[in-house]
């Protein structure tokens, strides 16, 4: 979103349209389907007959009544998680509150009501009857908060606690998104090869790309975690500064090289995958475009995993200096640690979001336009199942801690 | 004009059809509740927690009344939006749009 904001103006040029009023282009890239959904779940009439410059229209005509839905969601969410906090964790405690709201928000609006309830029933919470999706969204985001004991106490327990309930979210999480695809792949009956096997194809070109950006951002998270950690070091005015500053910085560097590596290695897998499914093209297409999206959701979320032991590393090794810098730089560190657990929440979580949105999509646009053939449903539960295999695996690993 | 349904004449200049975009401004873009049906209205007033007007009295009129005193913004904040479009145009699109567009673009 950042990206595309940032390059408004640009593209708006390019397009030969003036910036001042939302152009073809933004919409270009929407199936109608999307925009279907988006007036649905912005309470716009849906066009009669459906037609696809009616529903750009009308989309157009609301995307402003959607930015004041998105604030005004935004906040009152702030509002309501605004009643914590004391003395020198003030300051990040806000800014993780925010953080974890505008987040959450992100996340439900990427389910369907039933993926919501799903989840509900996963972790044991009642429902009342007949709820409104607004409601169904604000339970959703009071429970989430507990779950992940988004509060002061848990960032000052420790950050591997943290970091392990978050891992069991997402795996739960993970297994819900899991068992809606697979029930609707199961339900169509429908062949489409040649489009599965394009769709396989730009699969794996967005996992390169989503591989080298988790790889960037867990570059930038651990390198302004070192350089927070310097400012610490530096305050407390001891010649622990400069050590502390070269131990951040070749551990923030360390995170980079193996979110690299990480990255290219995903892009050679995917584009590999790609590769085979396209020259195969028939009837075993759409199994590798369910494998591939799958195989993608899971890479990024393992991606992330990986990014955070060496947040989690760099807070450690910054807690070992702790000690040198002593009462001065003792608020200072509490809230740089507090931060870097914040930030290494924030990039798990956007990767997560990415990932489910992708698979949500492919698999609402293989309900609608193409649809799986019934016995496919075996092959895409056994991938379901390696999925859930391989995140249950990456998550005892980080409970056992060897990741 | 077309995303908005209001005709106009297919011959018309630049200073007509800036005119026309002028005298349909207000019920296009500062007030767009002013077109919506009375279902739409009771439902924007619903969602944003108010108390909707028992049946009798629910008019169009009254119903678009008290959308008016609930709405977000004055008309000149209407105005200096679209002079900052991309800040909020991309508030609630699509995720996985978003990413197809920069692609693309």
């Known amino acids: 979103m950042r990206s595309a904001r940032e390059n408004y103006e640009t593209v708006a040029k390019k397009s030969g349209e003036a910036g001042a009023y939302p152009g073809d282009w933004l919409y270009e890239a929407w199936s109608n389907s999307d925009l279907k959904k988006w007036l649905d779940q912005h309470g716009v009439p849906v066009p009669q007959g459906g037609a696809r410059n009616k529903m750009v229209a009308a989309v157009r005509r609301n995307a402003r009544l959607g930015s004041f839905r998105a604030n005004s969601l935004a906040a009152s969410a702030s509002a309501s998680g605004s009643s914590a906090a004391s003395s020198g ?8 509150a925010n953080a974890a709201s505008s987040l959450n928000d992100k996340v439900f609006d990427a389910w369907s009501d039933s993926n919501i309830k799903a989840w509900f029933d996963k972790n044991n919470i009642k429902v009342p009857q007949g709820s409104r999706r607004n409601e169904l969204v604000a339970l959703a985001r009071k429970n989430w908060a507990k779950l992940t004991g988004d509060d002061l106490n848990a960032y000052g327990s420790s950050a591997y606690n943290s970091a392990s309930s978050i891992a069991s979210v997402y795996s739960s999480v993970a297994s819900v998104s899991g068992n809606s695809a697979a029930s609707v792949a199961s339900k169509s009956a429908v062949s489409a090869a040649s489009v599965a096997s394009k769709s396989a194809a730009s699969a794996a070109s967005v996992a390169s790309r989503s591989g080298s950006s988790v790889a960037s951002r867990g570059y930038d998270s651990a390198s302004s975690a070192a350089s927070s950690a310097a400012s610490v070091a530096s305050k407390s005015g001891k010649s622990a500064a400069s050590r502390g500053y070269d131990s951040a910085s070749s551990l923030g560097s360390v ?52 990014a ?16 040198a810098a002593t ?58 199942a390696s999925a859930s295999a391989s995140a249950s695996s990456v998550m005892a690993k980080i409970t056992k801690g060897e990741l | 004009m077309s995303d908005n349904d209001i005709p106009f004449p297919k011959a018309a200049d630049r200073k007509e059809l800036q005119n026309l975009v002028k005298d349909n401004w207000q019920s296009a873009v500062q007030e767009p509740y002013q077109k919506w049906d009375t279902d739409r209205l009771q439902a924007y007033l619903k969602d944003a927690g108010h108390d909707v007007a028992s049946d009798a009295q629910a008019n169009k009129d009254s119903l678009v009344k008290q959308v008016k005193g609930s709405w977000y913004e004055s008309g000149d904040q209407a105005q200096s939006a679209y002079e900052s479009l991309k800040d909020w145009v991309f508030d609630r699109y699509v995720l996985f749009c978003a990413i197809a567009t920069c692609t693309t673009h």
């Open chain 1, 89 to 96: 964790y003030a300051a990040a405690s806000g800014a993780a």
């Open chain 1, 255 to 306: 995170g980079y090289d193996s979110a690299s590596s990480a990255a290219s290695k995903y892009g050679t897998d995917a584009s590999s995958v790609a590769s085979s499914a396209y020259t195969d093209g028939s009837s075993a297409a759409s199994s590798y475009a369910t494998d591939a999206s799958s195989a993608m959701s899971s890479k990024a979320r393992s991606a992330a995993s990986a």
């Open chain 1, 308 to 323: 955070s032991p060496h947040l989690r590393s760099a807070a450690s090794s910054a807690s070992s200096y702790y000690g």
């Open chain 1, 327 to 384: 009462s001065s730089a003792g608020n200072e560190f509490a809230k740089a640690t507090a931060n870097a657990i914040v930030q290494a929440r924030y990039y798990a979580n956007e990767a997560y979001v990415y990932a489910n949105s992708l698979a949500g999509h492919y698999a609402y646009e293989a309900q609608v336009a193409l649809g799986l053939k019934t016995n496919y449903a075996s092959s895409v539960s056994r991938s379901v």
